[in-house]
Structure formats: C-alpha cells, structure tokens
C-alpha cells in the first residue's frame, strides 16, 4: 500500500543503540514501524549485524538466542521476529546483513576482479557494498528501518555507522532520520535519574560524524520535562524529541508508549511525511485482552535451552497469542529435558512430577542428542495422560520416534541424527526433494557442519480431511516454514499409521510428511515446521490457538 499524499521517495530511519545493549532496540524498531503502519505508511525493516558470521544459521542459540527464518529461507536474527509481529510486513534475504555477509561479497568480487586492480578498503569499497544492500529497499517502500546492531562504541560495528553516515549525503536531510536508543539510569542514593551516559553516547556518535535527530531514552520511569531539556540542551535534538521509553509491563505497550510520548508524530514532520491520525485501536484492544484474561493455562515446554530464553523468543510469544485467542494467560513453564531424563531413570513418576499439573506440554525445535531421552519420555507422558501435545519439528519426529518404539513395537526406532545405525530409521536424511520455491529438485549434499543441507523457508502443505490439522486450520492449503535436515521416512508410513499414528499433512507431491497427529487422544499435533515464526498479535496462529484452547478444556474451564 502506497501513501497518495507524499513523494515515491523511500525514507530511511536508522537506529542506533548506545550505554549498554540489551536496551531493546529491536523491539524500539518494531514499534516505530508498527506505528507508522498504522498510519497507513508502507513499511520494511532491516537489521545490520556487526558479527562475522555470514548469517546468525551456525551460531549457538545460547549465545545468539533464536534463529529466525524467513518465507524466501533467510536463517537471520531474531530481532526479524519482532518486526514482523509488530507489522504486516514479510521479511526477506534482504532484510538482514552481517558484516560476514558484506565482506564475503567484497571478497568474491574482488577475486572475480571486479574492483579492476583497485586497492580494496572499508571506505569505499565495504561502505559501498552496505549502502548498496541498504539501497535495494529504495522505491519498494515509505519508510524503511533499518536498526544497526551492538552498541556506539563498538570497533566492529563501525563500517555500517560510516555507511549510514554517508546514506545522509547521498539521499537528503528530509529522507533520513537517525535515532539513537540510549539508558537514562536512575541513582537510588542520588535519586535522581543521570543522563551523563546519554550525553556521552551521542558524544561517541557525533565523534563519527552522525548528530541524531531523536532520542530514545530507555529509563525505570518517566523523565520529567527538565530532565528531557537538558538532554536536549546537550545532546543538540529538540525538546520534543527526546523520548521517554519506560519499562512496560507487556512489550505490546510499546507502540501505544512511544505514541503517548509524540514519537511517529515528531518522526513524520522530521521526514517531512503527512498522514492521517494512527489507527491504534487494535493495539490498545490487545493490551486490554493481554492484561485482563478471564482464565489462566500452565503450558511446560520441554527444552535445551531452559536458562536463555531468548533461544525460544517466537515460540514464547506465539503461546503468548494463543492465550490472547483464548481469552487467556498462558503461564509458561521451562523444564529442561536433562532433568527429566535423570528424574526417568530414578522411575518415570519422578519424571512426571515435572509435568503434573501442567495443561499443555510442548516440545520445541532444537539439533543434536542432548535432552533427546527427557523429552521422549514428555511425549509418552502426553500420549499416555491425554494431555494436549504439540511437538514442533524436532518435537514432532521425536513424536514419531516415539510411537514407533511404544506402540507400533520398533524398540530401536530413532532418527538417523542420533543413531545413523539404527535398524529404524523412521526419520532421516532425504537427499532429494521438490522445492516450490525455486521449482526444482533440491539435491541434498552430505551433512556439512555449516548447516548448507537444511530445507529453509515457506512450503506448502496439504491437510487431509477429517483431521485434527484441517479442523484447526479450516482450510486445505496452508503454507508454514522450515528449518531442519531430517525427515519423516515414507517406508514407515503404513506401519505406522496402521497402529493409530494420523498422517494430517503432507507436502502436496506427498513425498513429505508435515504433520502428524495421534487417534484416541484429545489433541496431539507434530508439526515439521515452526508455527511460531507466523504468528502474530493480532493474528494468532491456528495451532496455538487450538493448542490453547485444548489446553483450557484439559483444565476443565470449558
Ligand atoms: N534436528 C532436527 C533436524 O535437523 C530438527 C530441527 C529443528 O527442530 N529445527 O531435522
């Protein structure tokens, strides 16, 4: 959607952080484009990280948190999660670049000889090629965002700083706009808040040539209009824009905080954009319904990952969505797979005190043998107890394995990611699959320790009638992304099936199995894909809904 009454110009906002990181700076961008959106500006988002990793695929989810796929395949920083739940927009390749990524292609192009015997440096050559991926977004929208990773101050990031310096010159005063997301911490024993720390920050960033035109400061509290005078007075901005970015209870606040606070207003008259008023009722219907929930569910989710949550940032907020659905809280709770295990073996009703009183038990993605033991027996404890069950990708073949080795009597069924030599391989490595995307038999080379191998993105799945999965979704078609190597082994479907295992979703060539679900039991769903990275606030995803309200009804609510 195009605005009628502005220029066919994109303008760029670019986000920077300052003091410390962990300012949510992510979430800051998501919100601005969400208000801008609800001006009906059309918008996009990009994140520039500073890392050398080509992209966030390989990173170990304990450090880097979740990652991210996008509908074309992009594996990209979670940040992306936050800009697409915030808004209508899909992301895409273009919407994240490391500087990995940027200097791979340097590189390549200067062994190709493209740079034509020219001695090759940061300035111009690496700040060309990220002005360029910045530039791809020019003439697609009103508005793009693009938030620069790590914090002012940093070596690494300095490159894309230099680059979006520049972006001033070469697209006008009235088509950029910097903000700079910094702390204003509040002294308990001087009891006053300081903005010394912020004052510094934009020092560092004047240093490298960038004046911000708007501040955002994250702080425990309002800051009084004094305060933001002298902030403005010494940081160079206007009065009006120095933003107060409190601590919110919910981070859907946001939007509705920033707009309080005058943020899209100031925005739109430094880029010189006229709208009409935001639409936020949505918005505020949300928090309403996320505040004041007429029930609560305890939904366990059993994971690897239980101490950095970050790791499962989408999954946690699709839950959050299906509550919202449902006119619920959903209170959820981390158990670690481990502590299952080693509970199992003192006797399984150790390991099912861990998922007493629960009302939903979910099994999340993840790679690798660690948890794998404790998370089975959490599926043979949902299958037995009829406690709603939804599996997700590594959750939904471990499902598999799961009923092959209780019910159908495959005692050493596994996947070939564990046990490449197990006599049942009921999930393991295709080497060939149709891609819809690039229309083309996909060939899968051997496992490669940089993840080259994974079937990434958007695939369609067809639902088969008389299931769980196409009551749920109310239609045939959907179309989910992926993120993984393995896969439900065809040789097994009849053995399976015929011992009360539902294939409800298949690839529409049915070479791929998508979904599975389980007769005799209230709701049990494994899902090869990931639900969570497609649901949204204000539209939460089918699954989780349902999931949600099964998990109500376990509870005896409804
Ligand atoms: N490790 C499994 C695979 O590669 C599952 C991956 C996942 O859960 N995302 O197929």
Known sequence: MKAANRTTETKFIFITGGVLSSLGKGLAAAAIGALLESR?????????????????????????????????????????????????????????????????????????????????????????????AIRQMEGEVDVAIVEVGGTIGDIESLPFLEAIRQLRGDLGRRNTLYIHVTLVPYIKTAGEAKTKPTQHSVKELRAIGIQPDMLLCRTDGALSNELKAKIALFCSVDRDAVITAPDVENIYEVPLEFHQEGLDDKILKLLNIWTGAPKLEPWRELVMRIKNPAHAVRIVIIGKYVDFKESYKSLHEALVHGGVANNARVVLHYVSAEDIAERGQNGTDSAAQL??????????????????????????YAREQKVPFLGICLGMQLATIEFARNIAGLTDADSTEFNPRTPHPVIYFIREWYDYRSKQVQMREEITATGGTLRLGSYPCQLHPDTLARAVYAKELIIERHRHRYEFNNEYRQQLTEKGLVISGVSPDDKLVEIIEMVDHPWFIGCQFHPEFKSRPMRPHPLFAAFIKAALMHQGLR
Not at 60 to 67: A, L
Not at 69 to 91: F, N, P
Not at 357 to 378: N, S, Y
């Open 40 to 132: 009906g500006l059309s918008i996009t988002f990009q994140k520039l990280d500073p890392y050398i990793n080509v992209d966030p695929g390989t990173m170990n989810p304990f450090q880097h948190g979740e990652v991210y796929v996008t509908d074309d395949g992009a594996e990209t920083d979670l940040d992306l999660g936050h800009y697409e739940r915030y808004t209508s927009v899909s992301l895409s390749q273009k919407s994240n670049y490391t500087s990995g990524r940027i200097y791979y292609s340097v590189i390549n192009k200067e062994r190709r000889g493209e740079y034509l015997g020219e001695t090759v440096q940061v300035i111009p050559h690496i700040t060309d090629e990220i002005k360029a």
């Open 355 to 380: 998922l007493a009183d629960c009302h939903g038990i979910l099994v999340p993605g993840g790679f690798g043998e660690r948890g794998v033991a404790g998370k089975i027996m959490a599926i043979t």
